[in-house]
């Protein structure tokens, strides 16, 4: 287990947070103020929490998490067990925006990602079709003016799906963060202002 790995894995415990996650977020809301009180927020991949508590700490809104593994109940989300690559999923997300009165989202956030294989190939192509996906449920539920924010492991379609998408808001960045497992590909999307 290497240092930094130790630093933030006590740290969410001591804080009770579900897991180091949190910290990734932390850090992307830090630096590029994604989220904001009183906004409607959907997490894409949200097992085991890490980032849903930190989520409604930040808005007071319930948070409408999806994942395709169960979650411990927490106060203040909505939970759909569902694989965002279903056609069930889109379904579902309509569903609970009906049930809480919401008409959209002010920002789409998605840790999720496939079980990496160890072969980089696979899991960036993986990683591309989850983040397209992601996107693609932006441009349905995400309102006007807001954010989208997913990870991706990087290879070499990385710039492709960067630009596939970053016309679509007035402001785009790739970024990492330090609570990032030492020697990982992975790296987060950062688009904001949805036109």
Not at 2 to 8: E, L
Not at 103 to 110: I, M, P, R
């Amino acid at each position: 287990m290497s240092a930094r790995k130790d630093t933030y894995y006590y740290r969410a415990k001591s804080e009770n947070y579900a897991s180091r996650a949190a910290y990734k977020l932390k850090e992307i809301q830090v630096k590029f103020g994604i989220i904001g009180p009183g906004e409607n927020v959907l997490e894409i991949g949200a097992s085991p929490g890490g980032w849903t508590r930190y989520i409604y700490e930040i808005t007071g809104k319930p948070v409408v998490a999806m994942d395709i593994s169960p979650m411990k109940y927490m106060d203040n989300v909505i939970f759909l067990k569902t694989d965002i690559m279903s056609d069930e999923s889109i379904e579902k997300i309509r569903d609970a925006l009906r049930q809480t009165g919401m008409e959209n989202f002010q920002a789409v956030l998605s840790d999720a990602m496939v079980k990496t294989t160890g072969n980089g190939s696979i899991d960036h192509s993986a990683s591309y079709v989850i983040a397209d996906r992601v996107m693609e449920v932006a441009k349905i539920f995400l309102a006007p003016g807001g954010s989208c924010v997913f990870k991706h492991f990087q290879g070499d379609m990385t710039q492709d799906l960067f630009r596939k998408w970053k016309d679509s808001y007035r402001f785009s960045r790739i970024t990492n963060t330090r609570a990032s497992r030492h020697g990982s590909r992975e790296i987060y999307m950062i688009f904001k202002g949805k036109l």
